[in-house]
């Protein structure tokens, strides 16, 4: 069993495999149901849009196994938005691993949308997903639309409204930002990811 | 807004760094891998990378030295240069880039911007713009990498500004030429007035000589990032240098 990276469609997956090419974990890039049932890892970047990224999960057949799916499971940028019940983006209906609906970002003078650039993670609870980030510590985050702040959130980030960053619920795990963009605190994060235990 | 970012841009033609002075008589700056993590350590924010001799040559970007870049660097990567196909930016950000810039194709074709957001979304989808001044009013310029393929199109650059928003831009690089390469400062009354205009963050280029610089385009155009790439490259002027004078400014940088 490895660490499997979901190929949906168009998205910068091939930085998300150098980030676990130098944290030398190495992973598969595939669609195949079934390998990506055997993980012993998934994670789900983002692609394109909500309610498209949806449709490519159906077609592949791979909804039902991402619901099923018991180890760990890291959902990055809109992955993270996937993971929730649903999305404005497209009216899509979402994987329903987390409560709530996925807004939209408004633009406005003082914060322009997309949010596009580093912003502070504060940190809400303990998890070991954190282990050895600091709160205040930087990450790269673009995205247009905004996870809900509930009991799942255990880091939060600031930009125009306060809003999910890391989400966890049970085995289903989320990052808003891009960790393999964000420098060495995504690069822990993902390792942090990588040493849950399975 | 969140940080204030320092982009780092590596011009690059024939595989190596050059810089020139308004976008002609290039000289040799160095290796766009090493050079791109040497930011990396003083703390760019962003890097991108620009084929300058792509568009004016009719062919895109070396995937290659592309996914060399992108292998080792953990800060978010920017690619331009002949980006003219859905395919071709969809092979950019298979070989590692975070995000595609498109200058020239975009103006011969504007549904491109389009086609490439809903493809990629706009997050992916930087618009590059070559702007300059010509008898009071802004305009856009073409083919810049070469200066035998240069020419002014009939388009005025905040009308085009906004317009790439409309059609689902996700950034826009503002690149005044008339400053590219003086290095007395970014042209803050142009970035300015493009700025009032948009809700998509705007990025400022061309003009940085010191690190004062930084702070005097955040305060006077409210940009979201400045791009840099001569003082950069010969040590004119560090990253961290222009990260410190922007904090001082009253801005905040990341850390």
């Known amino acids: ?198 | 807004m969140p940080a204030r970012r320092i982009i780092a841009c590596l011009d690059v033609k024939g595989g190596r760094v050059v810089k020139g002075v308004r976008f002609e008589g290039h000289t040799d700056a160095g290796d766009p891998a090493e050079l791109a993590l040497r930011y990396r350590d003083e703390g760019a924010d962003e890097i991108v990378i620009y084929d300058i001799a792509a568009s004016a040559e009719g062919r895109t970007i070396d995937y290659a030295w592309l996914a060399r870049v992108a292998r080792v660097l953990d800060v978010p990567l920017c690619v331009a240069g002949g980006i003219r196909t859905l395919d071709q930016a969809i092979a950019c950000l298979e070989h590692g880039a975070d995000k595609v810039s498109i200058n020239s194709p975009a103006l011969e074709r504007p549904e491109f911007i389009t086609e490439l957001a809903n493809v990629a979304g706009s997050q992916c989808v930087v618009l590059g713009v070559d702007s300059r001044s010509d008898n009071g009013a802004w305009s856009i310029y073409q083919y810049t990498g070469d200066v035998n393929t240069i020419r002014r199109t009939s388009r005025h650059t905040l009308d085009w500004v906004v317009e790439a928003q409309e059609r689902g831009a996700g950034e826009i690089v503002l690149n005044c030429m008339d400053k590219d390469g003086t290095r007395d400062g970014y042209d803050i009354a142009q970035l300015a007035a493009a700025r009032k205009l948009l809700s998509i963050p705007l990025i400022a280029s061309g003009g940085a000589g010191a690190a004062r610089h930084f702070p005097e385009v955040f305060a006077g155009a409210d940009v979201s990032g400045a791009l840099a790439a001569s003082i950069f490259h010969f040590n004119k002027v560090s990253i961290g240098e222009a990260k410190l004078a922007t904090h001082a400014g009253g801005f905040e940088v990341r850390t």
């Open chain 1, 1 to 198: 069993m490895s660490t499997v990276v979901v190929k949906l469609g168009i998205g910068n997956t091939a930085s998300v495999m150098f980030a676990l090419e130098r944290l030398n974990a190495p992973a598969i890039l595939t669609d195949d149901p079934a390998r990506i049932a055997d993980a012993k890892r998934i994670i789900l970047p983002g692609v394109g849009a909500a309610a498209h990224a949806m449709d490519l999960i159906a077609q592949k057949g791979l909804r039902d196994i991402l619901c099923a799916f018991k180890r760990p499971l890291l959902g990055v940028c809109l992955g993270q938005q996937l993971l929730f019940d649903s999305s404005e983006e497209g009216d899509a209906e979402g994987l329903a691993l987390l409560p709530g609906r996925v807004k939209r970002l408004p633009a406005s003078k003082e914060a322009p949308a997309p949010h596009m650039g580093w912003s502070k993670l504060k940190i809400e609870q303990d998890n070991p997903l954190l282990e050895g980030v600091e709160d205040g510590a930087y990450a790269y985050f673009v995205h247009s639309y905004v996870c809900p702040m509930d009991s799942n959130t255990i880091a939060s980030a600031a930009y125009g409204q306060i809003f999910a960053a890391i989400v966890n619920r049970g085995n289903a795990y989320g990052c808003q930002f891009h960790p393999e963009r964000s420098s060495a605190v995504g690069a822990r994060i993902l390792a942090n990811f990588l040493s849950l235990p399975c």
